[in-house]
T-cell receptor, first 117, second 111 residues
Framework: GAVVSQHPSRVICKSGTSVKIECRSL??????MFWYRQFPKKSLMLMAT?????????EQGVEKDKFLINHASLTLSTLTVTSAHPEDSSFYIC?????????????FGQGTRLTVV | SQKIEQNSEALNIQEGKTATLTCNYT??????LQWYRQDPGRGPVFLLL?????KEKRKERLKVTFDTTLKQSLFHITASQPADSATYLC??????????FGAGTRLFVKA
């Protein structure tokens, strides 16, 4: 199947700094990518839908200025957690689909464990 | 609100037995249900997709059912192996871009 690469897999940062997470589709073009957040033993919560060449669509309750999303090309989307605080510590996962994301499988990145100290 | 609910308690079974995981949905009419496997600290891996007009789908040792009357999907792993131990996520999609995930059920297969 298609491969989605997410980097870094783990990051520890100091409170107040910003962290950038990259999501790349390695062997296909992804017009749309999705960013999720997952707490321990909880379901994946969709944060935003990233659209190539346009602004991301954020879910209700997700701060746009806090979680900056850029989808500059068909193979790369980035999530920047700005001015990170300990409550931002979580597991962040991206996904992408080759075609219609509703009827085909989604390919997930490996996830990024963010710890803010 | 729309919900995908999975049994939060871990499922412990003996190697060789069939594992059956349950996914129920409320206030929701998904056109598709998907099942994913997630290992600790890793992203989900797609396993199977079943459409609302399909009653059953199989792939090797895996079988998924979709009962729109009961609003339920069952996920079966036959001849289970210790390597099948993981968290299994159920996800639903109505045909739009948004997919709703359940919290997952942890499966432990004992040798």
């Amino acid at each position: 199947g298609a491969v989605v690469s997410q980097h870094p897999s783990r990051v520890i940062c100091k409170s107040g700094t910003s962290v950038k997470i990259e999501c790349r589709s390695l062997d296909f073009q992804a017009t749309t990518m999705f960013w999720y957040r997952q707490f321990p033993k909880k379901s994946l919560m969709l944060m935003a839908t990233s659209n190539e060449g346009s602004k991301a669509t954020y879910e209700q309750g997700v701060e746009k200025d806090k979680f900056l999303i850029n989808h500059a090309s068909l193979t790369l989307s980035t999530l920047t957690v700005t001015s990170a605080h300990p409550e931002d510590s979580s597991f962040y996962i991206c996904s992408a689909s080759e075609g219609n994301p509703t009827s085909t499988e989604a390919f997930f990145g490996q996830g990024t464990r963010l710890t803010v100290v | 609100s729309q919900k995908i609910e999975q049994n939060s308690e871990a499922l412990n079974i003996q190697e060789g037995k069939t594992a059956t995981l349950t996914c129920n949905y409320t206030n929701y009419s998904p056109a598709y249900l998907q099942w994913y496997r997630q290992d600790p600290g890793r992203g989900p891996v797609f396993l199977l997709l079943i459409r609302e007009n399909e009653k059953e789908k199989r792939k090797e040792r895996l079988k998924v059912t979709f009962d729109t009357t009961l609003k339920q999907s069952l996920f079966h792993i036959t001849a289970s192996q210790p390597a099948d131990s993981a968290t299994y996520l159920c996800a639903g999609n109505t045909g739009g871009f948004k997919t709703i995930f359940g919290a997952g059920t942890r499966l432990f297969v004992k040798a």
